[in-house]
């Protein structure tokens, strides 16, 4: 069973175009992450929601908007799409106190 | 500001023998302090977790160390095998909650 799942995998839009990323976990996890990896490979953190309440929130363009239904989903989606905001996004849980993360396998968007 | 950095960018190691890779931080004390993999396409998957309180910790093949004196930690594979070729991201744990991901290191292990 997949613990930290992300659809779509691949995303491919042109710019101005808005759109969504899903993640869910199946882990019973309180806390949720979003994270950008650009093309130099930085793992850069963008979001972290616990318990449905956002906790941290970087210095993102708010075209960026975070939203978590319940626990164990956390969607983001991207308004008026850039070409900079091509990147792999990954969305990632952990228990809190615990530490360990574990992410989800990414989605790779490619902004045209 | 907040600093990580991994040594290298790839490192070479031939098989069987032991692999070690840096981080340094500057500009902050962690309360613990993460090692993470991940391959090509793939998320990061956690490893090992050392907390400030903690000089050593092992998993296996793995062990790592916390110098908090010297703002260190080193993350070693013994008798590495080509398997554990990837890359190894350093992840300091900050006082207000965030993890901050190092660059990373590439390993190669050589056949």
């Known amino acids: 069973d997949t613990a930290v799942s992300q659809t779509p995998k691949y995303l491919v839009t042109q710019m101005g175009n808005d759109k969504s990323i899903k993640c869910e976990q199946n882990?019973?996890?309180?806390?949720m992450y979003w994270y950008k990896q650009d093309s130099k490979k930085f793992l850069k953190i963008m979001f972290s929601?616990?318990?449905?309440?956002?906790?941290i929130n970087e210095t993102v363009p708010n075209r960026f908007s975070p939203k978590s239904p319940d626990k164990a989903h956390l969607n983001l989606h991207i308004n008026s799409l850039e070409l900079g905001d091509s990147a792999v996004y990954f969305c990632?849980?952990?228990?809190?106190?615990?530490?360990?993360?574990?992410f989800g396998p990414g989605t790779r968007l490619t902004v045209t | 500001s907040q600093k990580i950095e991994q040594n290298s960018e790839a490192l070479n190691i031939q098989e069987g023998k032991t692999a070690t890779l840096t981080c340094n931080y500057t500009n902050y004390s962690p309360a613990y302090l993460q090692w993470y993999r991940q391959d090509p396409g793939r998320g990061p998957v956690f490893l090992l977790l050392i907390r400030e309180n903690e000089k050593e910790k092992r998993k296996e093949r793995l062990k790592v160390t916390f110098d908090t004196t010297l703002k260190q930690s080193l993350f070693h594979i013994t008798a590495s095998q080509p398997a554990d070729s990837a890359t190894y991201l350093c992840?300091?744990?900050?006082?207000?909650?965030?993890?901050?991901f190092g660059k990373g290191t590439r390993l190669h292990i050589l056949p």
């Open positions: 990632a849980s952990t228990r809190q106190g615990s530490g360990e993360q574990y």
């Open positions: 882990l019973g996890h309180d806390t």
């Open positions: 992840a300091p744990k900050t006082r207000d909650d965030k993890i901050i």
């Open positions: 929601y616990n318990n449905k309440e956002l906790i």
